[in-house]
């Protein structure tokens, strides 16, 4: 599977921005996907997942109520909706598939795409 993440940009605090992540192959619709950051200098962060039907999900304690993850099985799409961006937010966006775990395991996630830079201005 390749996957693809783009959306990302410049965006001032209090502003919005919606990742998309495009995945190519077939069973995008059987497996969990998620979205992980790394901020300059940071190791690498869990942000958000989601179920195969999209019925569950699960948020980092920093994005609760500000992000909201969503996905399309007939597109493929695996989307990262951000609003009330803070600088703290910024970050390279990754998305990526779990195959072997549900949603609420952070493991397991054997597939990344190549990530997308959100940066955020104060």
């Known amino acids: 599977v390749q996957l693809q993440a783009f959306g990302g940009g410049l965006v001032q605090a209090g502003g919005s921005l919606r990742l998309s992540c495009a995945a190519s192959g077939r069973g995008f619709s059987n497996y969990v996907m998620g979205w992980f950051r790394q901020a300059p200098g940071k190791e690498r962060e869990f942000v958000a997942a989601?179920?195969?039907?999209?019925?569950?999900?699960l948020y980092a304690d920093s994005v609760k109520g500000r992000f909201t993850i969503s996905r399309d099985n007939a597109k493929n799409t695996v989307y990262l909706q951000m609003n009330s961006l803070k600088p703290g937010d910024t970050a390279v966006y990754y998305c990526a598939q779990n195959r072997r775990y549900g949603v609420g395991e952070l493991r397991g996630y054997d597939y990344w795409g190549q990530g997308t830079l959100v940066t955020v201005s104060s």
């Open positions: 989601i179920s195969w039907s999209g019925g569950s999900t």
